[in-house]
């Protein structure tokens, strides 16, 4: 399978990512100009792009619920489950390295990981902070866009990681209770007039419009988007 890589729009455009993987001989691949991506094949951290922080690897499925977002420049975006900071990042870029990402997870070594990247990438937007996502932390502030990519089951990218088919199924069972406390603490955050965005890897409908089912009949000042 090829590696989907986001073009770092701050530092160069996809031809020149490409024309520097190339030289250090991998394959290359254009694949989404919305997206600024491209897709290859090869050991990437090894290329001098890499060293230059001209990208990051990212799923294209990943890539579009950041676009889903709209973040637009000099906006604030919170980005509740974010480590390894993917999503964060690509935010960031859309945004042209503008405004503010605030981009937590739960665990310190993987708010760490963040920190590395977006040093890497030159993302001084981006803000890694401890956080639970389950809880509402009344410490943060309130966003124009808040990214909600909640922990699934993974079934979307099955292919990727084949060992979730292992997966325990009475902890899948649990997940969208989960998922409803994160949903419902993030929507604190949500500014008047913006909007949050709720996603995850599976296909699962449990996981996926069942839990925004429920959220939007509880709460009448949020609707769906078209």
Same mark, same amino acid.
């Given at each position: 399978?090829?590696?989907?890589?986001?073009?770092?729009?701050?530092?160069?455009?996809?031809?020149?990512?490409?024309?520097?993987?190339?030289?250090?001989?991998?394959?290359?691949?254009?694949?989404?100009? %919305?997206?600024?991506?491209?897709?290859?094949?090869?050991?990437?951290?090894?290329?001098?792009?890499?060293?230059?922080?001209?990208?990051?690897?990212?799923?294209?499925?990943?890539?579009?619920?950041?676009?889903?977002? %709209?973040?637009?420049?000099? %906006?604030?975006?919170?980005?509740?489950?974010?480590?390894?900071?993917?999503? *964060?990042?690509?935010?960031?870029?859309? %945004?042209?390295? *503008?405004?503010?990402? =605030?981009?937590?997870?739960?665990?310190?070594?993987?708010?760490?990981?963040?920190?590395?990247?977006?040093?890497?990438?030159?993302?001084?937007?981006?803000?890694?902070?401890?956080?639970?996502?389950?809880?509402?932390?009344?410490?943060?502030?309130?966003?124009?866009?808040?990214?909600?990519?909640?922990?699934?089951?993974?079934?979307?990218?099955?292919?990727?990681? #084949?060992?979730?088919?292992?997966?325990?199924?009475?902890?899948?069972?649990?997940?969208?209770?989960?998922?409803?406390?994160?949903?419902?603490?993030? *929507?604190?955050? =949500?500014?008047?007039?913006?909007?949050?965005?709720?996603?995850?890897?599976?296909?699962?409908?449990?996981?996926?419009?069942?839990?925004?089912?429920?959220?939007?009949?509880?709460?009448?000042?949020? *609707?769906?988007? #078209?």
């Amino acid at each position: 399978l090829p590696i989907y890589l986001r073009c770092n729009s701050i530092k160069c455009t996809p031809n020149e990512l490409a024309e520097s993987l190339e030289k250090d001989g991998l394959s290359v691949e254009f694949v989404d100009n %919305m997206l600024q991506s491209l897709a290859v094949r090869g050991a990437v951290e090894h290329t001098e792009a890499f060293k230059k922080g001209w990208f990051h690897v990212q799923d294209l499925a990943c890539q579009y619920a950041c676009e889903a977002l %709209m973040p637009q420049k000099d %906006m604030t975006a919170l980005d509740v489950c974010a480590a390894p900071g993917g999503k *964060s990042f690509t935010i960031a870029g859309i %945004m042209g390295n *503008s405004g503010k990402v =605030v981009s937590c997870d739960i665990h310190p070594h993987r708010v760490k990981l963040i920190e590395k990247g977006a040093q890497r990438l030159g993302y001084n937007s981006v803000v890694a902070q401890l956080n639970d996502a389950t809880e509402f932390n009344k410490e943060l502030d309130q966003f124009d866009r808040v990214l909600c990519d909640v922990p699934c089951s993974g079934v979307g990218v099955i292919h990727r990681k #084949p060992d979730i088919r292992y997966k325990n199924k009475e902890d899948i069972e649990k997940l969208p209770e989960v998922q409803k406390a994160i949903l419902e603490a993030s *929507s604190n955050y =949500v500014k008047k007039g913006g909007f949050i965005v709720y996603s995850t890897c599976t296909l699962n409908r449990a996981e996926n419009e069942d839990v925004v089912e429920a959220f939007l009949k509880e709460h009448n000042e949020f *609707s769906l988007c #078209p």
